[in-house]
């Protein structure tokens, strides 16, 4: 009865791979989410979609590329991963027009 | 929405005793949210205040706006050691926006 799950919970791996995170929220929300938070605690927008569309793109790298399959799922692709990709991605999801986002528990990327 | 500040960084206490945090943000709002992360885990909402509320009340959390100080508080009385994470606030604008956070307040109640 998982609301926001991601996989994998650990990922580690070598600089230069291209890895991929999943999520998927079985809430009904229409709009999700990608954070990222460093070292230093900071939690910042990476992207946001709402019904499958890219609503929100801070300054991320064109490495970092979401998809969204469809409502329920958004995964994050990143190519030629670099040390400073090291962080918690966490993914949101919230229904549009409320402020309460939903929160997975992260996954922990580590890049060597 | 804009980055809510938390103060203090970090805040020690006993079991049962309780534990205030404070906000402070920078422009007007819709309302504000508190924000609680075990450490290792995901963020878990706690409590949204609205523009218009002063205080409110969710089992043993209580939070305050101030609008005209910009700021917020959380009180958590009759502290557990199950209460230790780390406490964010978020200030929104409205609608389904990203969030922004600032370090937070580390809290670690002792048994």
Redesign the interface.
């Known amino acids: 009865d998982t609301a ?1 799950s991601q996989t994998p919970k650990y990922l580690v791996t070598q600089m230069g791979n291209d890895k991929s995170i999943k999520c998927e929220q079985n809430l009904g929300h229409d ?1 999700m ?1 990608w ?1 990222k938070q460093d070292s ?6 990476m992207f ?1 979609y ?1 019904n499958k569309e890219l609503i ?1 793109n ?1 300054t991320v790298p064109n490495r970092f590329s979401p998809k969204s399959p469809d409502k329920a799922h958004l995964n994050l692709h990143i190519n030629s991963l670099e040390l400073g990709d090291s962080a918690v991605y ?1 993914c ?1 999801s ?13 996954t ?1 990327l580590t890049v060597l | 929405s804009q980055q809510g500040e938390e103060d203090p960084q970090a805040l020690s206490i006993q079991e049962g005793e309780n534990a205030t945090m404070n906000c402070s943000y920078k422009t007007s709002i819709n309302n504000l949210q508190w924000y609680r992360q075990n450490s290792g885990r995901g963020l878990v909402h706690l409590i949204l205040i609205r523009s218009n509320e002063r205080e409110k009340h969710s089992g043993r959390l209580r939070v305050t706006l101030d609008t005209s100080k910009k700021s917020s508080s959380l009180l958590i009385t009759a502290s557990r050691a199950a209460d230790t994470a780390s406490y964010f606030c978020d200030d929104s604008q409205g609608g389904s926006e990203k969030l922004v956070f600032g370090k937070g307040t580390k809290l670690t109640v002792n048994p």
């Open positions: 926001v709009t989410y954070y230093k605690k900071f939690l910042k927008i946001s709402n929100i801070e966490f949101a919230a229904s549009r027009g409320v402020d309460t986002q939903y929160f997975g528990p992260g922990r």
